[in-house]
């Protein structure tokens, strides 16, 4: 008979404040770093990681998709996000709708 293999999943609540996009990476790596100590092969973010809620009418304004962009790259790049499977929740335009 086998063993069954085993899988650790994180699901991370943050802290994450309205357009606080250095603030909320840091948070978001200090996750990334905290799940794959504790072994996790995956790991869940919030919905709105990268520009936490409340944005409101920031929401219309292009800048707030770019630095969003910016810190899933900061976080693509981060040693803290390697060898584990992140999900980061972002805000995203399509075709210039929302």
């Not at 943050?14 to 790991?43: E, I, K, M, P, V």
């Not at 981060?78 to 999900?87: A, H, K, L």
């Amino acid at each position: 008979m086998s063993h069954p293999q085993v899988c650790v999943l994180a699901a991370c609540a943050l802290n994450q404040w309205a357009l606080d996009f250095d603030g909320n990476l840091a948070r978001s790596l200090l996750s990334f770093r905290r799940a794959r100590d504790a072994g996790a092969a995956y790991r869940l973010g919030p919905e709105l990681e990268t520009c936490g809620y409340g944005c409101g009418d920031h929401f219309l304004e292009a800048d707030t998709y770019a630095h969003s962009w910016e810190v899933l790259a900061a976080m693509l790049q981060s040693p803290d996000c390697s060898d584990i499977i992140g999900d980061v929740g972002m805000f995203v335009m399509l075709h210039f709708t929302s």
